[in-house]
């Protein structure tokens, strides 16, 4: 059986989620061989491993920034209290002054353990519906798909509402513009009916 060793571990300590890098899988005998070879090597060996280790430690530290960030950023779905929280690679850049291709090859690689389970860091990332303006709300699709759901709850049975009638409510109460054509797609997503195929139901 194939075991993934996480690269990143985040616990729980009195109910704040803490993140640290898993050190643990560097073997001590390694780095003691390590060493041991690099004071016996040449000046220009020498160089070019504290240029490697400077590297390495570069790509933890920004590891474990990433991390931090995004375990903050989904602490309420980490502790079962709600959807993932949208949240992009640019963002994540701009946040620690790094670049987007740097952030997108760490979370596509990297795995994070939770108390419970290990999952890929690339989870924890959920992208934005839509958002033309800087004064729209900013929604992930399984957000959108609860707020429908929210919405379909309380609809009059007598009076079923369209995707239309659907994007109007979601523009009202919760600002949220999209199309009718968007509002079908993550009905659809979130198996539900038309309002003609809820009206058998």
């Known amino acids: ?53 400077k590297g390495f430690e570069r790509r933890q530290q920004t590891l474990l920034l990433v991390s931090k960030l995004l375990v903050n950023k989904q602490r309420k779905f980490l502790n079962g209290e709600g959807n993932l929280e949208p949240i992009t690679l ?38 934005n519906v839509t958002r033309s303006s800087e004064k729209e709300k900013e929604i992930s699709p399984s957000q959108l798909k609860q707020l429908i759901k929210n919405i379909l709850n309380w609809e009059d049975k007598s009076q079923l509402l369209s995707d239309e009638k659907i994007r109007l409510l979601l523009e009202k109460k919760y600002a949220i513009n999209i199309s009718r054509r968007t509002v079908c797609k993550y009905r659809i997503l979130a198996n539900i009916g038309s309002s003609g195929e809820r009206i058998s139901i």
Request: hydrophobic residues 35%; proline residues 3%; charged residues 25%.
């Open 90 to 127: 640019s963002q994540i850049a701009k946040s620690i002054n790094s670049s987007e291709s740097t952030i997108s090859r760490i979370v596509s690689s990297k795995y994070l353990q939770l108390p419970k389970n290990s999952i890929p860091l690339s989870n924890l990332l959920e992208r």
């Open 1 to 53: 059986k194939h075991y993934l060793t996480p690269d990143v571990i985040a616990f729980k300590i009195k109910g704040v989620w803490e993140v640290s890098l898993n050190d643990s899988y560097i073997s001590e005998t390694l780095i003691k061989r390590i060493k041991t070879t690099l004071n016996k090597s040449s000046l220009e060996i020498k160089q070019e491993a504290k240029s490697f280790i």
